[in-house]
């Protein structure tokens, strides 16, 4: 069975959660071993299906996240205790940057794993460059990307750039450019993070400020309907209100219609 990017994106979850859990455990002096290995055993079976598709993950800007980690590990606990608690100093702000981006990466784990889907369609070499312009952070020369296909290559261009590397594509390109965007913001829905234009972005703040008063009045209607006979035309205004909270979830689905698609057919048949 193919690995799907949602899939990758809870391998990617699992190893965050493994990185706290071991910097609890360096800070507090409690072992979390129980944790840990519920951990580990939740990422076996994802693990073995990312070797399988030949992915290795990379995480943007995972050179300065283990360099940050290098220093913090010359930090007794003590003194980071001390920092957490005081929160201020130098071990503070470096344990808090490295929080940063590491809180970063979880956050756009299915970017970077749609990404990863997406570089299996290239070349070993291709496939090497790209991760190494990811664990830097930045594309410091231009990289071909020229054995996959147009839209996939298309598609690197754009993970890429959600992922925080400035690129754009030229031809079979990936080419370095700071001003490079698409029309399309960064949106918080719920537990997630979608990418939409401005104006679908416009319409779902809409949307979803419309689902939220209706879903308050139906669960209100919902609540009396328990307690009382309705008259015919209370029902009538409670189906109307149900029907409206309907329309309103169908409406947002096509909004995110686009993105939730993306990860079809990400790179080569696994």
């Known amino acids: 069975m193919a690995l799907t990017a949602k899939e990758l994106a809870g391998l990617i979850e699992l190893s965050r959660k493994k990185g706290e859990l071991e910097f609890k455990a360096r800070i507090s002096g409690a072992s979390y071993s129980d944790e840990l290995k519920a951990v580990a055993a939740e990422s076996l079976r994802l693990d073995q299906k990312a070797t399988v598709a030949g992915i290795k993950i990379t995480f943007p800007n995972q050179a300065k996240i283990e360099e940050l980690s290098e220093i913090a590990a010359g930090c007794s606990r003590d003194e980071m205790r001390k920092a957490l ?6 071990t503070y702000e ?13 956050e756009n784990r299915l970017e970077i794993a749609k990404l990863h889907l997406a570089m299996t369609s290239l070349g070993k070499e291709e496939r090497e460059a790209v991760a190494a ?17 147009a839209g996939t290559r298309k598609k690197l261009a754009l993970f890429m750039r959600r992922c925080g590397i400035a ?7 990936l080419i370095a ?3 490079a965007a698409d029309e399309e913001v960064r949106v918080a829905l719920g537990s997630g993070i979608v990418w939409l234009s401005e104006e679908a972005k416009e319409k779902l703040t809409q949307n979803l400020d419309r689902m939220g008063a209706i879903s308050g009045r139906v669960q209100l209607k919902n609540a009396e309907r328990q307690v009382r006979t309705f008259s015919e035309n209370e029902e009538k205004e409670f189906e109307a209100l149900q029907h409206q909270y309907l329309e309103l979830l169908k409406e947002q689905d096509e909004l995110l219609r686009e993105f939730n698609e993306e990860e079809n057919n990400l790179g080569r048949n696994r």
């Open 85 to 90: 608690q005081n929160r201020t100093g130098p």
């Open 94 to 106: 470096l344990l808090m940057e490295r929080a940063r981006v590491m809180k970063a990466n979880g």
């Open 133 to 149: 312009a990811l664990r830097s952070g930045a594309l410091d020369a231009p990289l071909k990307v020229e054995t996959a296909e």
């Open 167 to 173: 690129c754009r594509l030229s031809g079979t390109m």
């Open 177 to 179: 450019d700071s001003d």
